[in-house]
Nanobody
């Protein structure tokens, strides 16, 4: 059973920074892709940042230039550095991992960590 454990959320003022961590219970290089999603109250869960096994990175337009996804393979941890935070970044942030097989995929989710940005 794969576990993803997020940490690093909290309350921060607008313009501030936070770094989220997602610690995996197995080698993160085994995953095809690892992502960060977020879900604000009453809204759908949206993709924020993606990091593939090959190192390809992509961001939602709303966070480009402010957020950075990275990983430490030795610590089996993926990070989301969030700078210049805005009140609209307030959400529960979820770590996600996917492993592709020939004809299927396994998805894993963390429990989420709350990020609240005050104006």
């Amino acid at each position: 059973q794969v576990q993803l454990v997020e940490s690093g959320g909290g309350l921060v003022q607008a313009g501030g920074s936070l770094r989220l961590s997602c610690a995996a219970s197995r080698d993160i290089i085994s995953f095809s892709v690892m992502d960060w999603y977020r879900q604000a109250p009453g809204k759908q869960r949206d993709l924020v940042a993606t990091l593939t096994r090959n190192g390809d990175i992509d961001y939602a337009d709303t966070v480009k230039g402010r957020f950075t996804i990275s990983r430490d393979n030795y610590k089996n941890t993926v990070y989301l550095q969030m700078n210049s935070l805005k009140p609209e970044d307030t959400a529960v942030y979820y770590c996600h991992a996917r492993k592709y097989y020939a004809a299927s995929a396994d998805d894993y989710w963390g429990q989420g960590t709350q990020v609240t940005v005050s104006s």
